[in-house]
């Protein structure tokens, strides 16, 4: 077994019974995989699902929890009614966070787990991110992190393990500028147009709001796939019909 498996492994059992925040994204589908594998019934997944949450990773959260045999809740959560994230303040994610963490120590308590982690790895301190400062008040352990685990570590374990290597994604509100009002229409609104993107082979897809236009963020290597009149001529009424205006494509990746 790699040594940073193994070292990941023997951490993981030394902290159960625990209950795992789980997006289903790259970063907490590998310590799903590993922590099945250390702890068995001890180890709960826990997914919250709601308006910001893009298309798809619901249902490939729980299609992995269901192939690993572990345990899976979900349930729902309405960041809308916090009002830092309705207005999309630059605490959105801080308060996000916050419920999302506790919500996830209520599950914690109920099913008798000593600990609550999430998908934070060593990369992730380069970056702003308010939810860490949450996690951290909040004593939530982050098992990536606590064993120097970074992004290239991560996909290369992923790829050992037969785990599907994806671009990260995030919260749908990230597509709007801050102080813009979110509601669920237009989430939803965004996170349909991407998904018609991603439904077509696109990796890397960001739809982002900038006033009346939309700029549109693909990988550098798909835009001819992306300006095939079979595709353009098609999205392009797509996002008419979503009303989301004008669109350009960001030729900077």
Not at 8 to 28: H, K, T
Not at 56 to 77: N, Y
Not at 151 to 164: Q, T
Request: glycine share 10%; with cysteine.
């Amino acid at each position: 077994m790699d040594k940073t498996l193994a070292k990941l492994e023997r951490y993981l059992r030394r902290q159960g019974p625990a209950v795992l925040l789980f997006s289903g994204g790259m970063d907490s589908s590998l310590l799903l995989t590993v922590a099945a594998r250390a702890l068995g019934a001890r180890l709960t997944a826990l997914t919250l699902a709601g308006p910001h949450i893009v298309p798809g990773e619901l249902a490939g959260a729980w299609h992995l929890a269901r192939r690993l045999g572990v345990r899976h809740l979900i349930r729902e959560i309405d960041p809308l009614v916090l009002p830092d994230f309705r207005n999309n303040t630059p605490q959105r994610c801080y308060a996000c966070k916050r419920a999302v963490i506790q919500a996830g120590w209520q599950v914690a308590r109920g099913q008798g787990a000593r600990v609550l982690w999430d998908g934070t790895n060593l990369d992730d301190l380069s970056d702003f991110r308010p939810g860490l400062q949450a996690a951290r008040e909040l004593g939530v352990t982050s098992p990536l992190l606590d064993t120097g685990l970074g992004k290239a570590a991560i996909r290369r374990l992923s790829r050992e393990l037969g785990l599907p290597v994806r671009p990260p994604q995030s919260c749908l509100a990230t597509r709007f500028p801050h102080y813009t009002l979110l509601s669920r229409d237009a989430l939803a609104r965004v996170g349909q147009g991407e998904a018609w993107l991603r439904q077509r082979g696109f990796s890397w897809v960001r739809l982002r709001l900038e006033g009346d236009a939309v700029r549109l963020e693909l990988a550098a290597e798909e835009w001819a796939a992306f300006l095939a009149p079979e595709v353009q001529g098609p999205f392009t009424a797509l996002a008419a019909r979503l009303g989301l205006g004008r669109f350009y494509l960001d030729r900077r990746g």
